[in-house]
């Protein structure tokens, strides 16, 4: 039996939608992508979204817009992808991580609260493995600190505070004190990579709260200046009659969404109810499981929020990486993928070479070395979870 990590869910539905783009003769951006935006923001309950071609560029845009640059500062979590660090680094400005709280994948908040400075623009909390942060503790931080904080810009003024950007790569279809992932933060990022529970193959969308002064359609056409060249008029507006001509306001960069993704994410989302129950149906039976074994497990569904069921952290009490990383290879050679999420972004050449330290991060490396990720995802039958946890406890308990 041989049962990949995280393959895309396709079926024939979306198969016949991008034939019907390729034959509609719009293929980049256009009614899909705009529909698919409409879409994305009635299920977010967000006044508006913009979708562009990865959550990378979503952050990066989103700092641009807010007039994030050198002399600023970003903070994020030491335990997470490279993408909600690098983006400050692009805009010019200073990262700063914080540790995990002990035996927890969220940052220590009271240590976030001491990074805090008044060079402090922007906080990027970690939506890990599809469980949404706790937001309310972030935002009274944020109030808490809002004398430190030096708006440089109209925007950043009308925030008044420390601005919070959710990294909710892995959150789509989060939910927590009955609000949708997509209307906590002041801006959230969703990635729709190959990877993730709903899949453009490519691509992320950014959504946000209304911001007092501040008017929607002013806010989403700065993406849309910033995503395609600095172009004031869309291919889709070029069409009409006589309105060839355009002008370029600023050099910026090319990262839109075409309608070929935008297609497959429509078809996506009309399934996405189903996929979400899929998910939760996988991580019950591997909790029923795996919750008496000697693990620490997440919690992806309580009183108070519900996950997207992206990713099935465990972590083994009492092994070190040489134990974890041999029940990986003993996994795959079981035909099982086996994946960490994450190994801590101080340990990387990148963030080494920038002076972060590993040492620094006790908690991050912590909930690392003991880290394992089992596969979950909706093309896995019955059958190959029962296989997965069998094998996983012959092997943790030897």
Known sequence: MQIPFSPPDMTEAEEIE?????????????????????????Y???????????????????????????????????YTYTASASVACHVGAKL?????????FEMDYEQLAQAITSRTKVIIPVDLAGIICDYDRIFSIANDKKQLFQPSNKLQNSIGRVIIL???????????????????????????HAVKNLTTAEGGALTWRSIPGIDNEWLYQ???????????????????LGAWEYDIVAPNFKCNMTDIMAGIGLVQLKRYPEILRRRQQIINRYDEVLRDQNLQLLLHY????????????????????????EIIIKMAERGIACNVHYKPLPMMTAYKNLGFDIANYPNAYNQYR????????????????????????NLISK
């Open 18 to 42: 991008v034939a019907q783009v390729l034959r509609s003769g719009w293929i980049t951006t256009g009614p899909r992508t705009k529909e698919f935006e409409r879409q994305i923001a009635s």
């Open 44 to 78: 977010c309950h967000t006044p508006k979204v913009v979708c562009l071609n990865s959550a990378t560029a979503c952050m990066e845009m989103i700092l641009r817009v807010l007039g994030v640059g050198p002399g600023d500062e970003v903070i994020t979590s030491a």
């Open 96 to 104: 700063v991580m914080v540790d995990t709280a002990p035996n927890s």
């Open 166 to 192: 959710a990294d909710a790569a892995h959150a789509f279809g989060a939910k927590r004190n009955g609000k949708m992932c997509g209307e906590i933060a002041d801006f959230t990022s969703f990635s729709f």
């Open 222 to 240: 700065q993406f849309q200046l910033l995503s395609l060249h600095g172009q004031n008029k869309d291919a889709l507006a070029k069409t009409q």
């Open 302 to 325: 309580g009183e108070n929020h519900t996950s997207s069921g992206h990713l099935y952290l465990v972590r083994l009490i009492g092994r070190e990486i040489d134990e974890r990383n």
């Open 370 to 393: 003991n880290e394992i990720t089992l596969p979950l995802h909706t093309r896995l039958s019955d059958e190959e979870i029962e296989y997965v946890l069998a094998n996983f406890i």
